[in-house]
């Protein structure tokens, strides 16, 4: 997370602008997910484009961030994996799982890299919150956690981002009710003495709308924005970007 020094709106770059929210149905392929983030960070850059909140699903597969270890990944097989720029070694998503990408301007923010990971961190631990569950941070582990009933502590979210030209990407993946079974895979995060749980594991039988809504509410908390109201794709309000086709020829990223 180099950068993190340099704090302040950039040079000429003052105020901010609630972002665009999107929700994606379905099961989006990955390289589609990034192919959209990195075009939209671009306009973001350019100025031509909003700021972006973008809840997806995904099918099953595993990512690879910077810091991955390849003999993290036990069972190359079982899903697909992609290599990717994010912050992090190797991480799951699958179905179940909401995945936040949060493409924020840091020139207009705060050039803080530390500061925006903290904020996705507290943005999951107060929407957990209003669900009823504690969410903690652990300060040698990103990531919100959460305590089992037996003591031991358990990964609920996890967060890895990655930063162009001070404008962010990717974000954070909060398990809702994935199949655990899936993380046996990989090392989670490297973390190996850590188990991985969900609400539904907690007890809460909690459908991704719902969690989707506590999102909504409780980012202004955090970032200090008013969110946009959501609609869905049919309707009037949908962002242009949401309508923006996404399928196609993608090259994986590698």
Same mark, same amino acid.
């Given at each position: 997370m180099a950068g993190h020094l340099a704090k302040g709106p950039g040079p000429g770059k003052?105020? *901010?602008i609630a972002p665009e929210w999107r929700i994606t149905p379905g099961l989006l392929p990955y390289p589609e997910a990034v192919t959209a983030m990195e075009a939209r960070v671009a306009a973001i850059r350019a100025g031509t484009a909003r700021e972006l909140v973008w809840l997806v699903e995904h099918p099953p597969l595993?990512? #690879?961030g910077t810091s991955a270890d390849p003999a993290e990944l036990l069972d190359p097989d079982r899903? $697909? *994996?992609f290599k990717?720029?994010?912050g992090g070694r190797f991480t799951y998503h699958g179905p179940g799982q909401r995945v936040a990408y949060v493409l924020l301007d840091l020139e207009r923010r705060g050039r803080d890299l530390r500061a925006h990971v903290h904020k996705l961190e507290e943005w999951v631990i107060r929407t957990l919150a209003r669900l009823g569950v504690r969410g903690e941070r652990r #300060?040698?582990?990103i990531g919100v956690w959460v305590v089992l $009933?037996?003591?031991r502590e358990a990964k609920i979210a996890a967060v890895g981002v990655r930063v162009r030209h001070w404008v962010t990407y990717h974000g954070l993946a909060l398990? *809702? +009710?994935p199949d655990l079974d899936h993380f046996a895979g990989i090392v989670p995060c490297g973390l190996a003495a850590w188990p991985v749980t969900s609400l539904e594991a907690l007890g809460l039988a909690v459908p991704v709308a719902e969690v989707d809504r506590h999102l909504r509410a409780s980012f202004p908390e955090v970032f200090g924005d008013v969110p946009v109201e959501v609609t869905s794709p049919d309707?009037? +309000?949908?962002p242009s970007f949401a309508r923006d086709p996404l399928s196609g020829t993608v090259r994986v990223p590698s």
């Open positions: 003052t105020g *901010v595993y990512t #690879a899903f $697909p *994996v990717t720029g994010r #300060a040698d582990r $009933p037996d003591g398990n *809702v +009710a309707g009037d +309000a949908w």
